[in-house]
Structures are given as structure tokens and as C-alpha cells.
């Protein structure tokens, strides 16, 4: 069946570093452009980044633009988010998706928490 797992967050100081991955399995990686997204306490999903399937093209939010850097490597069916310079309001619920024309999957989600 289709799996998302993401894995790597915790706590970490303002100004740390943090690499998300995201080993998916099920359906045929190397077709799907993958993207992040996060979701704080209280508010709603949103997107962080997104790499196109053959990992030519990547796309930011405004809040991460220069901060976090997207990676895929279709050999290892895994997606990266490397995490720099964070912020206390980085904090949140980071998911991965794969989307292909409408058919799009979840994972389940890993933690990040930004506090001194």
C-alpha cells in the first residue's frame, strides 16, 4: 500500500538546523513531484515547498525562501527538507504529499519544534 513516512523532527534552538526526510513507498516515486507542508497549533495547513518529479524545479513559500531547501533523491523513494536558520514560529506539524494530476498522498506527519 501507498506509505509516506516522514522522520527527523525534534527540538531544536532558534537559529538550529533540522533535515526533514520523507521515504514513501507504494507507487512509482520518480512520477510524482513532491511538496511539504506544515500545520501550527490552531491554524491551517500550509504549503512549504515543492520539487518537481525529476527534481529539475523547486518552488518556496515566502516564509522559508532562503531558509529551507528541497532535495529528492528517486533512487531512495525520499524526499528532504533541510531546515535552516529557524524560527520559533516554524514550529509546527510538517507533512509530505506526492501529487500526480489529482490523485495526491499524505504522510503522517513529524513534529518540529523551534524553542529555546
Known amino acids: ?3 509516506l513516512v516522514e522522520s527527523g523532527g525534534g527540538l531544536v534552538q532558534p ?5 526533514l526526510s ?3 513507498s507504494g507507487f512509482i ?3 510524482y513531484a513532491m ?3 506544515r500545520q501550527a497549533l490552531g491554524k491551517e495547513r500550509e504549503f512549504v ?3 518537481t518529479s525529476a527534481g529539475d524545479s523547486t518552488n518556496y513559500s515566502a516564509s522559508v525562501k532562503g531558509r529551507f531547501t528541497i532535495s529528492r533523491d528517486n533512487a531512495k523513494k525520499t524526499v528532504y527538507l533541510q531546515m535552516n536558520s529557524l524560527k ?3 514550529t509546527a506539524v510538517y507533512y ?3 501529487r500526480l494530476a489529482s490523485v495526491r498522498y499524505w504522510g503522517q506527519g513529524t513534529q518540529v519544534t523551534v524553542s529555546s
Open 29 to 31: 516515486f520518480s512520477r
Open 49 to 51: 515547498a515543492v520539487i
Open 1 to 3: 500500500q501507498v506509505q
Open 35 to 37: 511538496s511539504w507542508y
Open 96 to 98: 509530505c504529499n506526492a
Open 22 to 24: 520523507c521515504q514513501a
Open 15 to 19: 537559529g538550529g538546523s533540522l533535515r
Open 88 to 90: 520559533p514560529e516554524d
